[in-house]
């Protein structure tokens, strides 16, 4: 896919690997329609891209207002042309076992992650149909081909995502919108740090989850985001994020089971 000129809608593109997806597109040439719930880091994200030249637009969106993602399409074209490419990057996290997790907070995690993707699709859709050249891309996560203990909202919600982007793919094969799900591994973002957590989760549990988590959060977002410009570049269906993202996924195709006999090893160091 020859992304010059070409128009990038990108959730979640205050910070993290929004933000890094959105320069790396501009630095090919890429014009961006840029959206989070995040108006701070909206703003700095849609500077950067103006520094590197392209055409962008800033539009503050909640995934899952859907009023708001209906009104998204027309807000997008004042300022360009048409959208040739959906990232569907916004999405939230949640810590805790299943019995610890409120239902509100489930839902409220469902709702970005999950249901945030098919709004968004849903709405865009028709724009890319128009396009000669089209992909949505849809983030889901490791979590969405293995299933750890206490992520079960998380891991629920990446695997709807990955199914619905496989389902989706299906569906449109022999149009010209394409669709590559992507499954990153431990990406240095803030996601783990602005993770809710269940009420019943002790101060100690907290601090120990958290440092696990940024002991495994270690890939430059600037990386994560080459490879995945790349693979969109080369229309992949799927793409991996990462050298533990390409372990992870081996372990699960040759222990589809009993993977976290292998993987659950060092979860308590």
């Not at 094969?173 to 240095?188: E, F, K, N, Q």
């Not at 992949?236 to 040759?254: P, T, W």
């Amino acid at each position: 896919m020859k992304l010059e000129h070409r128009v990038a809608l990108i959730t979640g593109a205050g910070g993290g690997i929004g933000r890094a997806i959105a320069l790396c597109l501009a630095r090919r040439g890429c014009r961006l329609a840029l959206a989070d719930i995040d108006a701070a880091g909206l703003a700095e994200t849609h500077a950067q891209a103006l520094k590197l030249g392209v055409r962008a637009s800033k539009h503050p969106l909640d995934v899952a207002d859907r009023a708001a993602v209906a009104a998204l399409p027309a807000e997008v074209l004042r300022s360009h042309p048409g959208v040739d490419l959906l990232v569907n990057n916004a999405g939230v996290a949640l810590g805790g076992n299943f019995e610890q997790v409120s239902e509100t907070d489930f839902d409220w995690l469902m709702e970005i992650n999950f249901y945030g993707v098919v709004r968004m699709t849903r709405a865009i859709l028709p724009l890319l149909r128009i396009s000669d050249d089209a992909r949505i891309v849809n983030i889901s996560s490791v979590f969405g081909l293995i299933s750890p203990p206490g992520q079960s909202a998380y891991s629920a919600s990446k695997f709807a995502v990955r199914g619905f982007s496989n389902a989706l793919r299906h569906e449109l094969s022999g149009t010209r919108v394409g669709v590559s799900v992507v499954h990153p591994g431990g990406v240095a973002t803030a996601i783990a740090r602005n993770a809710r957590v269940s009420a019943d989760t002790s101060a100690e549990e907290k601090r120990r989850r958290l440092a696990l988590a940024e002991k495994l959060l270690r890939l430059p977002p600037e990386k994560a985001a080459q490879i995945i410009v790349r693979g969109i570049e080369k229309r992949r269906a799927r793409i991996l994020v990462g050298g533990d993202a390409v372990f992870i996924a081996l372990i699960e195709r040759l222990f589809p089971v009993n993977y976290w006999r292998v993987l659950g090893r060092g979860t308590h160091t």
